[in-house]
Each structure stands twice: as structure tokens, then as C-alpha cells.
């Protein structure tokens, strides 16, 4: 009677923890839409630049004679391709490290159109909304202009005034693309544009 007492108890409290507990994210890639706005930006500036350059961007993957899905037959023109981004940003108070966002999507292009469809995210929500941390691997000090973001110029003018530099944290995107026609492919990056994460003024004494 204890016995059966005791593991109904047990039961209980581990039903009460299942049903209290946060679900957990999935961390497999997976078929699936924007879930935060860095995801949402990479998902439209894609759109935006296939819409552009009229285009492939990224590698194929399935090409048109093992394309198998029959709203998408290769014979009238459809591929599958992959475009990959990353993206890092940084603060001033720890500037050792960075955070990296890793980008990857799938879609279907019709080369013969110029159409597209089925674009999914494939890199896991970790990967794109919360990223990882890893060592910093470039600081430009006191290149406040520069497009990799940096603290702004700091020392004293005549040797009388202490001063403290100023810092700006800036987030870029670079766009990494390949283009095919013709026979040949090419291949590039471009910069996309970035935002001003935080900025903080400099003082003198």
C-alpha cells in the first residue's frame, strides 16, 4: 500500500513538472519560416535580391533532371538551390567575443521563368535567433568609419586634456551569392547595409 502510495505521489509530481515546464525548441534544421526579425531580414533581402538580379543566389542542390516533386517538374524548368549567410555582431563591453548567426535557406527556382517558390529556413532557430558565442575575430580600435564597426579616437590635445574614446556597435550584413547562366557560374559578396546597435559618447577631462 506504501509502495503504490508512494509511486502515485511520484507520478503526480512528474506530471505537474512536464505540464509546468517551458517546451523545449527543436534544434534539427527544419522546413519552416522566420521565427525573429534577424531571420525575417536574411528571408526578405533574399526575396528581394532574387527578385533583382532575376537570378539564381547560392548553389544548386537538386538540379532539374532529379527534381522529383510534380508541381515542380525540372522539364519545365525548376531547381532547387541553397543560400547560406552569416552574420556577427559585437559589443564594446566584450570585446573578446562575438555573436555569430548562421542563415541557411532552400528554395526552388525556375530558370527558365525567372520564378520561385517553397523558401524554408533549414538552419535551426538557435542557429538564427539566438546564435553562439565565439571568440572575436577582428577588433579595429579607434576606426570608428570603418564598416566592421569600431570605438571612436581617443588621446589628448596638448597634452592637457585626458580624453575618453567613444564607441559605436554597428551590425552588418554581407550577402554571399552565386550567379549562373551562360555555362559558367560567378560567383561574389556584397554589403547589404548594416544598423547602429548602441552608441556611446566620448568625454574629456
Known amino acids: 500500500m506504501k509502495t503504490e502510495l508512494l509511486c502515485g505521489k511520484a507520478l503526480a509530481i512528474l506530471l505537474t513538472f512536464c505540464l509546468l515546464a517551458p517546451p523545449a525548441r527543436s534544434d534539427p534544421a527544419e522546413n519552416r519560416q522566420p521565427e525573429c526579425q534577424r531571420e525575417a531580414a536574411v528571408y526578405d533581402n533574399l526575396n528581394y535580391m532574387l527578385g533583382v538580379r532575376k537570378v539564381p543566389i547560392g548553389p544548386v542542390i537538386v538540379r532539374a533532371a532529379d527534381m522529383r516533386d510534380p508541381r515542380y517538374p525540372g522539364s519545365e524548368g525548376w531547381e532547387k538551390y541553397e543560400f547560406t549567410e552569416y552574420q556577427n555582431d559585437w559589443s564594446r563591453a566584450n570585446e573578446a567575443t562575438e555573436q555569430e548567426y548562421k542563415y541557411v535557406i532552400h528554395y526552388l527556382f525556375n530558370k527558365v521563368t525567372g520564378a520561385w517558390a517553397q ?21 579595429n580600435s579607434g576606426s570608428g568609419g570603418s564598416n566592421s564597426g569600431g570605438d571612436g579616437e581617443s588621446g589628448s590635445r596638448d597634452g ?26 560567378e560567383t561574389g559578396s556584397g554589403y547589404v547595409g548594416g544598423d547602429i546597435i548602441s552608441m556611446e559618447a566620448g568625454s574629456c577631462g
Not at 122 to 134: A, H, L, R
Request: proline share 2%.
Open 119 to 139: 523558401m524554408k529556413l533549414k538552419n535551426s532557430y538557435q542557429e538564427g535567433c539566438t546564435g553562439k558565442t565565439i571568440p572575436r575575430r577582428t577588433a
Open 160 to 185: 592637457t586634456n585626458a580624453c575618453s574614446a567613444g564607441s559605436v556597435t554597428r551590425e552588418n550584413t554581407w550577402v554571399r551569392w552565386e550567379a549562373c547562366g551562360g555555362g559558367s557560374c
